[in-house]
């Protein structure tokens, strides 16, 4: 049977073909001009950026490899992971506020939601697996990922694919080594095979082996070669290591820079526009420095990915009132409780200060706490209508509140003399921190097109005049212009005025409770002890303040644990340099490092405190190495105190060769009742204890003796070690 249509693929596979033949055969019957325009985004260069300047990238989804005559629907990218970024969409707490949560459960619930509000949207296509490791806390997009640690960021990034791939396609991003956010465009990362293989790639394996359908490159070049054209990430490790079988997208606009090179080395499709490749591929393909059979094999990749995921992507979307809908309004209350970690929870007068008595009075004061806080204001940003803040969650909560901006410490101090409790909510914004687009680099200006085809420019305009209206929240006006401006942070620190006002209010009232909104690790040892009770909940999200209420009345007791470390000063952590033009990417960073160096961390990776308390008794921990491969590691975890609550158990492995870093193997989130046991059981597959062999390019399999700890955190004094062999 012919197939010239993409209907005819679809059929020819129900009939038995295979996808990849299908696809072929599609691919076969399309025209040169087709072809060449599947491999880059469908809307033209100047008019596609003037319309994102002025809120196109919440009206509609950019396409890519659309061919009307052959049926052949292409993709329609959306962004995330806060949510769906077009249209008034339920905004969620960011990805490292989930990330507190350790729970791929909810995590894989939360990528349902917002899957179905990407459909409804109409499109296919989302950025929202953002997966790169948090090397350094200062990074500004740290919010966006979930950690500092590979697995733990790879479980829940899978989590998230499986939610969302149940309705549109998950473009995981950005492969590979992106944790800087100021010299994005610039920057090269030389990182050695070890470190690459063990710290910066296993998480984006986890997430191929979940079936991503789309890998998004990265900006920056990873030793000597843009990664949007580098041979070495995106065909030898990705295809021919890994076997990915979807299509890869670069990065927004800078993320390729040579026609010829990044389709031989293994692109797909340049993003978002036709701009780079639409100006020089034909030639390119005239010169032979690249050929047809390049060509070819990306459209491949393309329509197989669209047959592959055809039942899904062919099912009815929800109605567009999905966006914001109250399920999915409650989902974002229960993450944004879910999130918060009680960081400490000291006793005023014998009793902890949390959780407070509804009917006390409370003094809610600081320049955040009646604030919308999402995050960043990058591509993540969410515009969500219906946003409730820490204030509004309170006065919903407590008995009495009473309230002051912080603008004047003193003024705020006889406030918060005046109440019970005072919550002094201290942080950034995203002006402090998020996605940068800086002043350009004149060599990627040179990339730009001299001007758009007049044609591609009406049919661009007349889809827009015809899209869903969309409506922009105030807060946006409270940009000092750009389209990003938050970059990594300059320190750790709180601003020096919050810190003032931390100072002043505890000193006015006893019990004075910091909560802290901020996208990954803040320094707070300046002020730590001079407040009984710390909470961090992050940016999160459009119930922010009802889900941190629920945590402080005690309606929700506290389960979030860090997923990275805070450490007591920022000299402990490795260099983090915004502006630099190369970096090395080791195996150290984050609780490796401080462990590496012998330096107590303020707060540890996995650390998290409750309203109750829990054990995880030695005597009932054992490490057993199944006979058909698994490490299992059961116990249980017994809840010593008088509330229900749920622990998170870690096990980390140390390896035979003891200058390797430990590593977390796996964990588990229990429920338990208040006095209660609950068995866990922990299954780490034993590749998980591979390391890797640079010489022979290729992980060597595990064997010697290795150290198990079951633990409540990373730098837990009750953990409990067991030792296993492997032959
Ligand atoms: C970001 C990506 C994002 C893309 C499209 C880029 O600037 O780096 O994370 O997916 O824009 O919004």
Redesign the pocket.
């Known amino acids: 049977m012919a197939i010239t249509t993409f209907d005819d693929a679809r059929a020819a596979v129900r009939a038995g073909t295979s996808i990849d033949d299908a696809a072929a055969g599609l691919v076969a019957s399309m025209t040169p001009e087709e072809r060449l325009w599947c491999l880059d985004g469908d809307q033209p260069t100047w008019a596609g950026l003037g319309s994102l300047g002025s809120g196109g ?1 919440h009206r509609s989804p ?1 396409p890519a490899a659309q061919v009307e005559r052959i049926g052949l629907d292409g993709v329609a ?1 959306a ?1 995330g992971p806060r949510g769906c ?1 077009i249209g008034n969409a339920t905004a969620f707490p960011v990805s490292m506020a989930r990330g507190a949560t350790w729970d791929p459960d909810l995590e894989e619930r939360i990528g349902d939601a917002i899957g179905r509000e990407l459909r409804a949207a109409g499109a296919n296509l989302t ?1 929202a697996v ?1 997966i790169n490791v948090l090397r350094h806390p200062a990074w500004g997009r740290a919010q ?1 990922t979930y950690g500092e640690d590979p697995f733990l960021v790879g479980e829940l990034g899978a989590a998230l694919t499986r939610g969302l791939q149940g309705h549109v396609l998950a473009c995981v ?2 492969f590979a080594c992106n944790s800087m956010e100021n010299a ?1 465009f610039t920057v090269d990362v030389t990182v050695d095979e070890v470190a690459l293989h063990e710290v910066y790639l296993p998480h984006f394996k986890r997430i191929v082996d979940e079936g991503v359908a789309s890998v ?1 490159s990265a ?1 920056n070049s990873v030793n000597g070669e843009w990664a949007g054209q580098s041979r070495a990430l995106l065909t030898d490790v990705l295809r021919d290591e890994w076997g990915f079988e979807g299509f890869v997208i670069s ?3 800078f993320g390729m820079r040579d026609a010829a090179t990044s389709v031989t080395a293994g692109l797909d499709v340049e ?2 526009y036709r701009m780079v490749r639409a100006q020089h591929l034909p030639d390119a393909l005239e010169r032979g420095d690249a050929s047809w059979d390049d060509v070819d094999r990306s459209v491949r990749r393309i329509v197989a990915t669209l047959l592959r995921f055809d039942e899904v992507l062919s099912a009815p979307a929800s109605p567009r009132s999905i966006l914001g809908a109250p399920e999915h309004r409650a989902l974002a209350r229960e993450a944004a409780a879910r999130s918060v970690v009680l960081l400490r929870n000291e006793s005023v007068d014998g009793t902890p200060v949390l959780p407070l008595d509804p009917s006390a009075s409370v003094a809610v004061v600081g320049r955040l706490a009646d604030r919308v806080n999402l995050g960043d204001g ?3 940003d969410v515009w969500d209508l219906d946003c409730h803040t820490v204030l509004d969650g309170l006065r919903d909560a407590v008995g009495t509140v009473t309230h002051d901006d912080g603008s004047d410490p003193d003024r705020a101090a006889s406030v918060a003399a005046g109440a019970d409790v005072a919550l002094v909510v201290v942080g950034y914004t995203f002006l402090d921190e998020g ?1 940068y ?1 800086g002043s350009t680099d004149p060599a990627l200006t040179k990339l730009f097109p001299p001007a758009d085809d007049p044609e591609l420019v009406a049919r661009f305009e007349a889809a827009n005049a015809a899209l869903a209206p969309t409506e922009q929240p105030e807060r946006i006006g409270e940009r000092p212009g750009g389209f990003s401006v938050g970059g990594d942070r300059t320190s750790l620190r709180l601003l020096d005025e919050d810190v003032a006002l931390i100072r002043a209010v505890a000193a006015a009232n006893p019990r004075t409770v910091v909560a802290i909104q901020a996208g990954s690790a803040v320094v707070m040892s300046e002020w730590a002890e001079l407040v009984p009770g710390i909470v961090q909940p992050w940016y999160g999200g459009c119930q922010a303040g009802p889900g941190l209420a629920d945590v402080l009345v005690g309606d929700v007791v506290p389960s979030a644990r860090l997923p990275f470390s805070v450490p007591a000063d920022e000299s402990d952590l490795p260099p983090f340099d915004r502006d630099a033009t190369s970096f090395t990417y080791d195996r150290w960073h984050g609780w490796w490092h401080l462990r590496r160096t012998g330096t107590a961390p303020a707060y540890p990776f996995g650390f998290g405190l409750s309203y109750t308390t829990f054990e995880v008794p030695g005597d009932d921990v054992a490490v057993e190495v199944a006979s058909d491969g698994p490490v299992v590691v059961t116990g249980t975890v017994r809840n010593t105190g008088d509330r229900d609550g749920a622990d998170v158990v870690q096990v980390y492995g140390r390896l035979p060769d003891t200058e390797a870093p430990e590593r977390l193997l796996g964990f588990a989130r229990v429920e338990v009742p208040a006095g209660g046991s609950v068995p866990f059981r922990v299954e780490v597959p034993v590749d998980r204890l591979a390391t890797r062999d640079p010489a022979a390019h290729a992980w060597a399999a595990p064997k010697g003796t290795y150290v198990i700890t079951v633990a409540r955190h990373a730098a837990d004094p009750a953990a409990t070690e067991r030792r296993i062999d492997l032959v």
Do not use: A, Q, T
């Open positions: 990238y950019f990218f962004d970024v950025g953002c966006e991003k950005h994005r998004m900006y990065d927004w606009i993003m978002p990058g591509s993540s996605e687009i």
